[in-house]
């Protein structure tokens, strides 16, 4: 089955700079990758997703970006501010049209 | 609902009591899934529903754990004699069609405790 590695567990920036999380997945037919925020002890919403067909797409300062060949996929944070801490989680959807999670990444940015 | 709703959003077992945790679903949600978060971990999949058909159940840890859609919208995570490792926010998520076609939309979760 669908395997999602996630890197780095830990992101600290300074407010204003940019955060670049990492994923990559196993099963090559997923074709859907959401990035979901969960803040502490709050449920988990999506903030961007990016299908197979499209190699980057952007929302104001969140972008994402898909490598199919190589199975990785990306989020780009852009001008980080305060509220943007949390921790993100990215995933994959399988091919039996279940979503696998990643195990998450703990994003502090510093005033 | 205007959302997912879970219950009970907390509970505590002794070792061995069985619990079931319920989930109601945005109305009119085909999809309807299962996740197990363990304190400071991402949510691992247990298993998924469409309509009232299990379609994977290949996430759940052990044949303890059972989990039924009869009529295709509530859904309920059932876990016998339960274990300390058991211990876990249990979050239901629905989405309209399958994972492929868009936004899952989380409960709150139901938190247990195994004493």
């Known amino acids: 089955g669908e395997n999602v590695e996630q890197h780095p567990s830990t992101l600290s920036v300074q407010e204003g700079d940019s955060a670049v999380i990492k994923c990559t997945y196993s099963?090559?037919?997923?074709?859907?990758f959401p990035w979901y925020k969960q803040e502490l002890g709050k449920r988990p919403q999506l903030i961007i997703d990016?299908?197979?067909?499209?190699g980057e797409k952007k929302d104001q300062r969140i972008a994402v970006t898909l490598n199919k060949t190589a199975k990785h996929f990306s989020l780009h944070i852009t001008e980080t501010q305060p509220e943007d801490s949390a921790v993100y989680f990215c995933a994959a959807g399988g091919s039996q049209g279940n979503l696998i999670f990643g195990k998450g990444t703990k994003l502090s940015v510093k005033p | 609902g205007a959302g997912v709703s879970q219950s009970p959003r907390y509970k505590v077992a002794k070792r061995g009591q069985d619990v079931a945790l319920r989930c109601d679903p945005i109305s009119g949600h085909v999809s309807l899934f299962w996740y197990q978060q363990a304190l400071g971990q991402g949510p691992e999949f247990l298993t998924y529903f469409q309509n009232e058909a299990q379609l994977d159940k290949s996430g759940l840890p052990s044949d303890r754990f059972f989990a039924e859609r009869p009529e295709g919208s509530v859904s309920t995570l059932k876990i016998q004699r339960t274990q300390q490792e058991d211990s876990a926010v249990y979050l239901c998520?629905?989405?309209?069609?399958?994972?492929?076609?868009?936004?899952?939309?989380f409960g709150e979760g139901s938190r247990l405790t195994v004493l």
């Open positions: 099963d090559s037919a997923s074709n859907y």
């Open positions: 990016i299908r197979s067909n499209v």
């Open positions: 998520a629905s989405s309209v069609q399958g994972a492929h076609s868009g936004e899952l939309f």
